[in-house]
């Protein structure tokens, strides 16, 4: 039914330089400036336990959609978005609604954007617009406003993702798109983007009969949004993520590619997670990188908490503390912002970010 889409191979090798990457540039949130807490034998007693909405975000996430592999299904669960190819010299491919048989042009890539947001990608290269030369464990390839649009709406196309000259921002601002969860239902969301000075909600017309449908972007109606037609649940396909796939991109935004999914890998300074540990060992002194790596390794791990040499029980070296349970995290202050680094990777499904 596709015969000339192609498919970017995803068996890909480590990037030059990621592992030093992976090493040493490791997210670290700083703690909010604090009074001082009393140490005490892992049981901190600082004088505001409250965590601020930055040390939340950074402890679990920025809350909604998880990076990973979905198939993007509309409100009714009868259609899904996939990629056709375009018609004609000019025509771009384009994104469509269809039936929801598991095949690579109904699998998207949700990728965070640095700016905010998301990239939504897949391993489908387009027959126009398609980014060329070496794109090893790369997703080169985006969903797009269409642009030059002169006469009604704007179709959602496909095409190579715009990148800045570091490669350290993927996705131009038609290419970044805000997903908002549907009240009550965690796993329905609206896609918009912001076109010229107005919000515009991708929008599958017709969505509910059969046959193939056009994605467009449209006001955020509330009446379109009620029936459907601007409603998306993101279903996980259950398909691995390439292991070097993207790699360098996710972990500058405190993300590791494990075993079970994209997980959270970033460091807060000056918090403790008292609890849940299931083991305990010695370590360097390096903040918590090592710690943080053991526990993303691991998939019964759903938090961290390295201590320096000294600090709190009195272990003569630095201690990993590695958890299957996550305790309530505790401020330890700027005073303890060297001494005691956590991290929560698997979060419950109840916790958020904000």
């Known amino acids: 039914m596709f015969p000339r889409l192609r498919t970017i ?12 990457l992976y090493a040493q540039a490791v997210p670290v949130a700083q703690p909010v400036a604090q009074p001082a807490a009393a140490e ?3 049981a901190l007693s600082p004088v505001n336990p409250d965590l601020s909405p930055e040390q939340r975000k950074n402890l679990y996430g920025p809350g909604g959609l998880r990076p990973g592999i979905y198939q993007i299904r509309n409100a009714f669960g009868t259609r899904c978005a996939y990629i056709e190819s375009g018609t004609g010299v000019f025509e771009q491919d384009f994104i469509a609604a269809g039936d929801c048989d598991p095949r690579d042009e109904t699998f998207f890539y949700i990728l965070p954007h640095p700016a905010g947001g998301f990239t939504i990608r897949s391993s489908i290269v387009p027959q126009k617009g398609h980014v060329s030369g070496d794109t090893t464990g790369q997703l080169p390839h985006c969903i797009s406003v269409a642009r030059e649009v002169m006469f009604g709406p704007a179709r959602a196309d496909y095409r190579g993702c715009s990148v800045d000259r570091q490669r350290t921002s993927v996705g131009a601002e038609d290419q970044r798109f805000g997903l908002r969860p549907w009240a009550g239902q965690k796993s329905w969301y609206t896609i918009s983007s912001v076109i010229g000075e107005e919000v515009r909600c991708l929008d599958l017309r017709n969505a509910s009969l059969n046959g193939l449908v056009d994605a467009v972007f449209l006001s955020c109606a509330d009446r379109n949004f009620a029936d459907g037609q601007q409603r998306f649940e993101f279903v996980p396909i259950g398909k691995s993520w390439p292991a070097d796939l993207e790699r360098d991109l996710l972990y500058r935004q405190g993300w590791s590619i494990t075993v079970d999914g994209i997980r959270r890998s970033v460091a807060v300074a000056g918090i403790d997670i008292p609890g849940g540990d299931y083991d305990s060992v010695s370590t360097g002194n390096d903040k918590g990188v090592g710690c943080m790596r053991k526990c993303v390794k691991g998939d019964i791990c759903r938090a961290w908490t ?3 040499a000294d600090f709190g029980a009195g272990t003569p070296t630095p201690m990993c503390w590695t958890k299957s349970r996550i305790g309530t995290p505790v401020n330890a202050g700027p005073a303890n912002a060297t001494k005691i680094v956590s991290g929560i990777v698997r979060p419950d499904a109840d916790m958020t970010g904000g």
Do not use: F, N
């Open 40 to 42: 005490t034998p892992r």
């Open 306 to 308: 390295w201590t320096a």
């Open 9 to 20: 191979a995803l068996t890909t090798v480590a990037l030059a330089g990621s592992a030093t």
